[in-house]
């Protein structure tokens, strides 16, 4: 009986250890406020990243919806993974990250950054074409806007699986225009 119960043991956490490439559904950021406005669902169409020197993952995705009163609204996700958690040998503490997350909005009115932190799982190895990844318990807040944005976030979590292609040349090029968009708009635009 004793045999029965450590295969049935030994099974449950071989099946756990496999279940690496789970699913968190689309991308979503939730206010954490009780009450606040609907989770937000960004639609990133495009993503790309490149693996860099110091050993870090750099990602860019990218979405473009049309304003309820007109205009375009552009959302930007900039991540950079830091560490890949390896399962029974990273120690994960409550206080530990792995990424850093600026998400920032584009308006007809103006635009806002959001800053903040959480895990990434990646589910594709370092030399792949294409990644595809999860943002895990991740954290943002605002921490920078032009004169005319509204924060209808407040602080908030994101979770959601993204996907990305490898291209060193986009992820520096799209990550350098974002934000001297963000910086040029936020200075223009002083109330």
Known sequence: ????????????????????????GPMRI???????????????????????RDQAYH????????APNGGTVRQVMILRVFWKPIPGVTPILSTAINATIRYLIFTPNGCGMYQGAGFVRLHDGRHARQMHASLVDGDIRLTGASGYFTDALGPSRIT??????????KTL???????????????????
Do not use: W
Request: aromatic residues 10%; glycine residues 6%; hydrophobic residues 45%.
């Open 59 to 66: 990602f860019i995705l990218l979405a473009k919806t049309k």
């Open 30 to 52: 939730k206010p954490v406020k009780p009450g606040s406005a609907a989770t937000l669902r960004p639609k990133f169409t495009r993503g790309y990243f490149r693996f860099s």
């Open 1 to 24: 009986m004793k045999q029965r119960n450590v295969i049935a043991l030994a099974l449950l956490i071989i099946a756990t250890g496999l279940s690496g490439c789970k699913s968190f």
């Open 173 to 191: 090029t799209l990550t350098l225009r974002t934000k001297r968009q963000f910086f040029a708009a936020t200075l223009a635009n002083r109330p």
């Open 160 to 169: 959601g699986d993204f996907e990305a292609i490898r291209s060193v040349e």
